[in-house]
């Protein structure tokens, strides 16, 4: 069973600060990485995507990647109350069928930014 | 607009009934997925399509029942649904390995 781990929170950050979020995945398989914003009551909102070791920096937005230990995370610099929502790390298995793909998410991560 | 729109929003239906939920991607993309989302637990995949050929059948009870007509819909017949069968049921598509899923705004389904 290809399983990926988040600790669930509620993480409080206060406003300002960096919030990190943390997965990790057993598939060693795995080619993609994405972490997903879903606010309540909302769907999932792709916000980053990573594919090799590393970071990927897109605005206050860093992912962190490590294939060898098999975790991935997600840092949100200077955190807002907007960013108040809970994050979803989804890993592909490798799997993949005329573009279609199968991810296997985390139960998500409730993020609350205090002002 | 997501360019993913799923109908209705919100669902109520009994345990007998039968009720089809529809999703219809804007986006040019050739895969279509159906997830469920119960409180507390991970995202389900149920169903998968690829250029409208069901790929993955994720154990799902006969009672859901998926249709992909083309490659722009996708729809979810529900009939005799039980109480647990409650949740947000999500809609997505995508259309490369690389690129996640975009998902629509789901179906919030109350079985009484």
């Known amino acids: 069973q290809k399983e990926v781990e988040q600790n669930s929170g509620p993480l409080s950050v206060p406003e300002g600060a960096i919030a990190s979020l943390n997965c990790t995945y057993s598939?060693?398989?795995?080619?993609?990485f994405f972490w997903y914003r879903q606010y309540s009551g909302k769907s999932p909102e792709l916000i980053m995507s990573?594919?090799s070791n590393g970071d990927k920096e897109d605005g206050r937005f860093t992912a962190q990647l490590n294939k060898a230990s098999q975790y991935v995370s997600l840092l949100i610099r200077d955190s807002q109350p907007s960013d108040s929502a809970t994050y979803l790390c989804?890993?592909?298995?490798?799997w993949g069928v005329g573009g279609a793909q199968k991810l296997v998410f985390g139960q998500g991560t409730r993020l609350t930014i205090n002002p | 607009e997501t360019g993913v729109t799923q109908t209705p929003r919100h669902l109520v239906m009994g345990m007998t009934n039968k009720k089809s939920l529809k999703c219809e991607q804007h986006?040019?993309?050739?895969?279509m997925y159906w997830y469920k989302q119960s409180a507390k637990k991970p995202l389900e995949l149920m169903f998968v399509?690829?250029?409208?050929?069901?790929?993955e059948n994720n154990s799902v009870p006969s009672r859901f029942s998926p249709e992909c007509p083309n490659s722009s819909h996708l729809f979810l017949h529900l009939h005799t649904l039980q109480p647990e069968d409650s949740a947000l049921y999500l809609c997505?598509?995508?259309?490369?390995?690389?690129?996640?899923?975009?998902f629509g705004s789901g179906t919030r389904l109350t079985v009484v």
């Open positions: 997505a598509s995508s259309q490369d390995l690389l690129v996640g899923y975009t």
């Open positions: 986006l040019g993309h050739n895969a």
């Open positions: 399509y690829s250029l409208e050929e069901r790929v």
């Open positions: 598939d060693r398989g795995s080619q993609s």
């Open positions: 990573i594919y």
């Open positions: 989804a890993v592909n298995g490798g």
